[in-house]
Structures are given as C-alpha cells and as structure tokens.
C-alpha cells in the first residue's frame, strides 16, 4: 500500500506527500481549536448568559460555571420565577478562532486604549529591534570564539570550561545588575538576549566545527595550507552551511528570551501589548499578538532557509530543511 511507504525507515517524503504533511502540522491544531470552541457537548463548561431572567446579579453577556446556571434556573423555578437563559460557552480565556481573528485585523485599525499605548505593529517593531540587536551583538562574539575554540584545542581548553559553566545561569537572573549597570530601558533587554544566546552560541558553533571532514584539512595542509590561511580558506568555508543553520536555530532561541527581557527595566514592545490586552481582558488579544509572533519567527526562518538553499546549493541538510 501506498501509505506505508510513509513511514519507511530514514527515506524522505515525496514532495506531494512533504507538502500535505507540511499544511497538516498547521490544519490539525486548528481543527482541534474549532472543536473546542464550536462543538457545546466537547468542553463548554461555562454559560454566557442571554437573558438573567429574574435574577438581578446577572447580566447579558456574563458568564458563570454551569453548575451555578443550572443552581440559579432550578431555585427561579421552584419560586416560580423567571430563570435565566444562556449559551454554553468557554472560559472568557479561551476565545474562538473567529473571535482571534477579528482581533488580529482590529489590533492593526484600531487606536490602543490606553492614552500612552503603542498600536500592535509598533510593539512588534520595537521588539524586532530588540531581538536583532541583541542577536547581532551575541553573533559578532559568539561565532568567531566558536570557530576559534572548535579549530584550536587551546582556544578551547581556555574558554570552554568557563563557558559550560556559565550558560547554566539563567539569564533573567542577571536582570536587575543589567537595569543598575544599563538603566531601565532597552540596554537591559538586550543584554539578557546576549546572555541568553552568546554562551550556547560559542559551544555549538564549535562542536559545529569540530566536525569538519578532516580530510579537507589533511589535504590543505599537504598543499602547503598553514596558519590563518588554513582558517580562513579551509575551516571557514567548509563549515558556513553549518554554521548557517545554527544561526537560524539560535535565532528561534532568541525569540524565547525577547518576553522575558522585556520584562526588565520599563516594559515594552509585545510584552506590553500582552499584558496590557490581559490586563482588560481582552484575551482574543492576547492570542493575536502571540500568533503574530509565531507567524514573524516561522517567516523569517522559512525566508532565511531559502537564503540558505541559494548561498549553499551543494548542502543537501538545508534542502531538507527549507
């Protein structure tokens, strides 16, 4: 049968198959959502009222446990009042995947509600910013040491130990030295996204280099290659589509530290906007800016893997992974 030849041990997909695979992995998390929120008898373990009937706490539109609904509707008729009415319904934290999207589109059309808020696009402009920043100046130190500790055992000996101890730090912990040393605005929120990336940089481009075919340096040398020729004409090269994915890897773990490093100093950016649409309880909100950040994270890699496949058209691994 055809299917089984899906699951054949270590061979890759058919490309039909690679790109129904590739939209199922988005389709089903959606439909379990749909599910969730469209189908009552699934988990709906509230009722939004539409009619309090005759009693006075209630209000169109609230929402209440059932069990207190159903309290409420059976007291009303043993008294022989009017019961209330409502729809099952989710917690007012889990919105539907409608109510999501008309969030999306009005967070770009409508003005924030606070009178110093920032629009959803500038907060997700602010923390872009934040995130190159943070990850270029963790690239321009962490790539070249890598490379130098993954070529030369000394280089290694010297930096590594401290480096394997370092990065079981948590980088959120050095906050408030980096608010005192950097003041309470975006110097903080970069440096914990150095923090958070330098230190895994530095050991994964050197174990990255490390496993350069040694061949391609035995035969350099036997040419004559010696020193920094050999580093820059052999290792570099030789290592680049490597060394292109970790960056693309590493990029995504910036990402994780941006919520946390916003948190620092004065809040800004996304972090802001999220905790200000929670704090109004406007959790669809909250869901769009997060879904945003998903969608930003997931295109820039998918742009950043074509790059790849056009820069190093020879490296199978970034054909597989784009």
């Known amino acids: ?9 270590l061979r890759p997909l058919p490309p039909h198959a690679r790109l129904v695979a590739g939209w199922l992995s988005f389709v089903l998390p959606v439909l379990v959502w749909c599910i969730v929120s469209y189908v009552p008898f699934v988990w709906h373990p509230q009722v939004r009222i539409t009619n309090p009937g005759s009693v006075e706490f209630l209000q169109p539109g609230m929402r209440m446990n059932y069990a207190a609904f159903e309290s ?3 007291d ?13 319904a989710n917690p007012i934290y889990l919105p539907a995947p409608h109510e999501v999207a008309i969030a999306l ?14 629009w959803l696009h500038q907060s997700l402009w602010h923390s872009i910013q934040i995130i190159f920043w943070g990850f270029v100046i963790s690239s321009i130190i962490g790539v070249p040491l890598g490379v130098l500790c993954g070529t030369y055992a000394i280089f290694s000996r010297i930096n590594e130990p401290f480096v394997e101890f370092f990065r079981y730090l948590p980088a959120p912990a050095f906050g408030a030295l980096a608010v005192a040393i950097l003041g309470i605005y975006d110097g903080p929120k970069i440096t914990i996204i150095v923090i958070g990336t330098l230190f895994q940089q530095v050991l994964i481009i050197a174990n990255t280099t490390r496993k350069l075919d040694v061949a391609l340096v035995e035969a350099a040398l036997t040419l004559g290659t010696r020193n920094t020729k050999l580093l820059f004409r052999v290792v570099v090269p030789g290592i680049l589509p490597d060394l292109y994915r970790d960056q693309r890897i590493l990029l995504g773990w910036a990402w994780t530290y941006l919520i946390v490093a916003e948190l620092i100093g004065t809040m800004s950016g996304i972090t802001w906007f999220i905790t200000q649409q929670a704090r109004y309880q406007h959790f669809a909100n909250v869901y769009a800016a997060i879904i945003i950040i998903g969608i930003i994270g997931l295109g820039t890699d998918m742009v950043l893997a074509l790059a790849g496949r056009r820069l190093f058209p020879w490296d199978r691994s970034l054909v597989k992974t784009a």
């Open 76 to 88: 009303a008729q043993r008294e022989n009042r009017a019961p209330p009415q409502g729809d099952l």
């Open 72 to 74: 409420e509707v059976e």
């Open 1 to 9: 049968m055809k299917w089984i030849r899906l699951f054949q041990v």
């Open 105 to 118: 589109y009005e967070s770009f059309r409508e003005p924030p509600l606070a009178q110093n808020g920032q």
